[in-house]
Structures are given as structure tokens and as C-alpha cells.
């Protein structure tokens, strides 16, 4: 399958799919004798595991440790639950991270009047140092 056909197929674009190749993260697909690249089933998997894990939070080395353990037949389930549980808490570290950021924002607009005045609490709030 030629790269144009496995970008439809994976919803990666064709420079995505050999920056993951380039870096060593998929399997290199052979080449024919054109030396065009031809990828398997296997580099499709391994392309849709990508796709998955990052669309669910997973950084490009997390998923390069996801695809080592579906590489991996003797790798162990509660290994690649204790990476899905540590992605688990870091989603809800930066969920608690964003309610706060949320929270300082809606004071300071509440304590803007967005008159024609300079004085601007946004500004002012985003000036101050935190104690």
C-alpha cells in the first residue's frame, strides 16, 4: 500500500506518517523496487495505535512505549494499565489546572468594567506577582 493510500486509511497526513518513520517510532515500511515505500497491515496498526493514543492524551514517547508493548508478546496488562492510569492522572491534574486558570480569568472579567477607561483590572490582576 502506497502512503497515499494509508493517509486516507489512518486519517494521517503523509508528512505526519514519515515524520513518524523518520524518527524511528513506526516500523520502516520496505521499499519496491522504485524505491517507493510500501507499508503493511503491520504499519497501519501500528499508524492507528498512534492516532488513538494521541487523540486521547498520550505524548508522541508515550506512544512510542505503547507501540513497544504491542510489540511485545510477553508484555503484561497491568504495565500498560499503570501507563494508562499515569496518563489517567495527569489528564486530571491539568483538568484541576484549567478549572483554576478558568476561575482567575472569570474574577478578573467581573472586575473589569470594559468602559473606555486605561484602568483595567485584567491587565493589573495579570501584573501582580502571586505571594
Same mark, same amino acid.
Not at 486516507?8 to 517507493?36: C, H, M, V, W
Not at 489517567?88 to 478558568?102: H, N
Given at each position: 500500500?502506497? /502512503?497515499?493510500?494509508?493517509?486516507?486509511?489512518?486519517?494521517? $497526513? =503523509?508528512?505526519? /506518517?514519515?515524520?513518524?518513520?523518520?524518527?524511528?517510532?513506526? $516500523? =520502516?515500511?520496505?521499499?519496491?523496487?522504485?524505491?517507493?515505500?510500501?507499508?503493511s497491515q503491520n504499519n497501519i496498526n501500528e499508524l492507528q495505535l498512534i492516532r488513538r493514543s494521541r487523540l486521547v492524551g498520550f505524548t508522541l514517547d508515550e506512544c512510542r512505549d505503547l507501540l513497544d508493548f504491542s510489540r511485545d508478546p510477553q508484555r503484561r496488562s497491568a504495565d500498560v494499565k499503570a501507563k494508562a492510569e499515569q496518563k489517567?492522572?495527569?489528564?486530571?491534574?491539568?483538568?484541576?489546572?484549567?478549572?483554576?486558570?478558568?476561575?482567575?480569568?472569570?474574577?478578573?472579567?467581573?472586575?473589569?468594567?470594559?468602559?473606555?477607561s486605561a484602568q483595567c483590572p485584567i491587565i493589573e490582576g495579570l501584573c501582580k506577582h502571586s505571594e
Open positions: 500500500m502506497n /502512503i497515499s493510500d494509508v493517509a486516507k486509511q489512518t486519517g494521517l $497526513t =503523509a508528512k505526519t /506518517i514519515r515524520f513518524y518513520e523518520d524518527k524511528g517510532i513506526i $516500523t =520502516a515500511p520496505s521499499r519496491a523496487s522504485n524505491g517507493y515505500r510500501r507499508y489517567l492522572t495527569d489528564i486530571d491534574d491539568k483538568i484541576a489546572e484549567l478549572i483554576e486558570m478558568k476561575a482567575t480569568l472569570e474574577a478578573l472579567t467581573k472586575q473589569c468594567p470594559g468602559n473606555d
